[in-house]
């Protein structure tokens, strides 16, 4: 098959999941956005030139996603676009450098909010003039179409086609591009698994539970406002952090991530939670091919049971991560997504990314020569309008850079500052962790537990009683706190029905009452009785 045939080619697992998260939250804002300072005269038309043969050279900068008869996704490689399109220049009349600086950093923050186009060209480039020797390139990738590895070979590529223009050599282009290959490649892979696996019931992933804080608010209205915190861990603080890592036999992103668990779990009753980290699905035959393979990997991990737990406790993160990882480069990811998608409607939530964990190592580069390099980044980074938590990590060598992203929905500004304090002293010092745990729910709250018996979020047994009782088919109602074994409390219902109602309606139907609640959820057991009518 080639990129001319009229039914297209098959999408890759990055882009399938990305574009279906998108059309299921419109609301979501994903594009990788950087802005490069270029020091020197610079020739305009040259410049275009540089930024035609680029995009003319990379498949996945000019494919186009339809829609087949039956809803099945696809997508074909289209001509490059008209050089008027390919890239806008403005003169920016500036008092200072500075203020130029300042305005090119808002204009890529501006610019991180707006919605893509998904019938667009999956690229934006934007040169900007201060003076002849001061330009600004701001270059943004939709996500659809383009991952941070891509992103990097896209800036590399472009850099080296227009150094080869300015020394007046014929620009050899980008190497030959394979990406149409690879998704028919990573395709084919695909269908082989999952023909393998059609009828595996995936037994090994566990159940995973929606990020609850509490909050009475329907979650729909959560991820509208965002707060956004920086910090820097350096000198001694980063010391500490990469001296405990290895202590603790684990890398420096398995720290961090055990660190950003214990946080979450001061502000949570679960027990239970899932972050998503991005995985490279990439083969040895794609790492150098320009697309989007990433996907959001959904990691499960628990809290600690023990304090004792706390020494091991970074590893087991790795594991989970690992064994999550395995699964999607094993497996489907299709099949995976749609497991957790149905797990989690089962118990009242959307599988969704509320916690959001992207690191990224910068090798063999300390922070101010990345900051001295040619052509400087201001900033890349891929930004979300996040439900909860997301924080974007770069490592350098002589610092650790932190964005996080909080949504003020679920946290006010107190809650935000103290979160992201208790982050910096949890990457340093596991003292903090012990102290983790959330206080207890005032009232007359229990533990709910899910089906593999962890907590999910606190109940009132007398809203849930009630809301039986509006079941058409439930006679009589009641509902009760039991203790386990190990001292845990669950909550649990003895109903008498009509007809042929069933343990599961009955849970669906407290879900829809309540999936957006804190008070009104399925209890862990629901013993079902016929009663006379």
């Known amino acids: 098959m080639s990129a001319d045939d009229q039914d297209g ?59 087949r008869p039956g809803g099945e996704l696809r997508q074909r490689v289209v001509g490059p676009p008209d050089r008027a399109r390919l890239l806008t220049c403005k003169r920016v009349l500036s008092r200072s450098e500075d203020q130029f600086n300042r305005y090119i950093r808002h204009l890529v923050a501006s610019e991180q909010t707006k919605e893509w186009d998904a019938g667009g060209l999956p690229f ?144 949570t009753q679960q027990d239970r939670l899932k972050i998503s980290i991005p995985v490279n699905l990439r083969g040895t035959a794609d790492r150098d091919v320009v697309g989007m393979y990433v996907v959001a990997v959904p990691v499960v991990i628990d809290r600690p049971t023990v304090p004792n737990d706390m020494r091991r406790y970074p590893r087991e993160v790795g594991t989970a991560v690992l064994r999550a ?100 002293e949890n990457l340093t010092s596991p003292d903090h962790w012990t102290r983790s745990r959330a206080p207890d729910p005032p009232g007359e709250a229990v533990a709910l537990k899910d089906a593999g018996g962890v907590t999910v979020v606190s109940a009132d047994t007398a809203k849930v009683e009630e809301a039986l009782l509006r079941h058409p088919l439930v006679r009589t109602a009641s509902v009760f706190r039991e203790t386990g074994r190990a001292g845990e409390t669950y909550l649990c219902a003895e109903v008498g029905v009509r007809g042929g109602l069933t343990e599961d309606s009955l849970r669906d139907h407290l879900l829809k009452l309540g999936a957006h609640s804190s008070e009104v959820l399925a209890p862990g057991r629901i013993s079902v009785s016929p009663s006379p009518s």
Request: with cysteine.
């Open 325 to 424: 990882t395995a699964m999607y480069r094993m497996e489907s990811p299709e099949l995976l997504d749609r497991l957790l998608v149905t797990q989690s409607e089962r118990w009242g939530a959307r599988c969704r990314h509320d916690l959001t964990v992207n690191y990224r190592r910068v090798s063999g580069m300390s922070r101010r020569s990345f900051a001295r390099l040619d052509w400087s980044e201001y900033r890349a980074r891929v930004d979300y309008s996040f439900p909860g938590v997301g924080l974007r990590i770069f490592s350098f060598e002589d610092a650790v850079d932190v964005h996080a992203v909080l949504n003020s929905g679920l946290f006010p500004g107190d809650t935000t500052n103290d979160l992201v304090e208790a982050l910096r």
């Open 124 to 267: 934006r480039f934007g040169l900007f003039r201060y003076a002849p020797s001061v330009h600004a390139l701001v270059v943004g990738f939709s996500h659809t179409a383009v991952d941070g590895v891509g992103n990097e070979i896209l800036m590399r590529d472009l850099m080296r086609i227009h150094q080869e223009r300015v020394t007046g050599h014929t620009p050899s282009g980008p190497r030959r591009q394979r990406f149409v290959e690879s998704a028919l490649r990573q395709a084919a892979a695909l269908e082989k698994r999952t023909r393998g696996v059609r009828e595996h019931d995936f037994s090994g992933v566990p159940p995973v539970t929606q990020f609850q804080v509490g909050s009475p608010e329907p979650r729909e209205d959560a991820g509208t406002l965002s707060r956004k915190s920086d910090f820097s861990l350096a000198g001694e603080e980063l010391a500490a952090l990469r001296q405990l890592a290895d202590r603790h036999g684990c890398t420096e992103f398995h720290w961090i991530l055990a660190a950003f668990t214990m946080t979450i779990f001061q502000v």
């Open 9 to 67: 080619f098959p999408l890759t697992s990055g882009q399938l999941q990305h574009y279906r998260t998108t059309k299921e939250n419109p609301e979501l804002r994903t594009a990788i956005w950087s802005a490069y300072r270029i020091s020197g005269a610079l020739d305009i038309d040259r410049f275009i030139d540089s930024v035609e043969i680029l995009v003319a050279g990379h498949e996945a900068l000019r494919t186009k996603i339809f829609e």
